[in-house]
């Protein structure tokens, strides 16, 4: 004989389990998504940077030769 209250809980369980582990795995997916979208700013932020201080440099070695060049 089946214990129709027994069948029931076991029944909700597992769905409650399955949900669970659903709603898990989105929320890796969702994870990973983010991470690499930062990962990607971060490595747009770093070429920027890199860009910027290149010019400063350039800018610098310049008017030091401008001014080196001057003072002679």
């Known amino acids: ?11 909700l369980a597992g769905v409650g389990a399955i949900v669970e582990v659903v709603r898990l795995e989105g929320r890796l997916n969702g994870h990973d998504t ?5 990962e990607k700013a971060g490595d747009d932020r770093h070429e920027d940077l890199k860009d910027r201080l290149e010019r400063i440099e350039h800018k610098l070695d ?11």
Do not use: C, H, K, Q
Not at 34 to 38: P, S
């Open 1 to 11: 004989m089946v214990d129709y209250g027994v069948l029931i809980a076991v029944t």
């Open 34 to 38: 983010l991470f690499g979208e930062r």
């Open 62 to 72: 310049e008017s030091l030769r401008l001014n080196g060049s001057a003072s002679r």
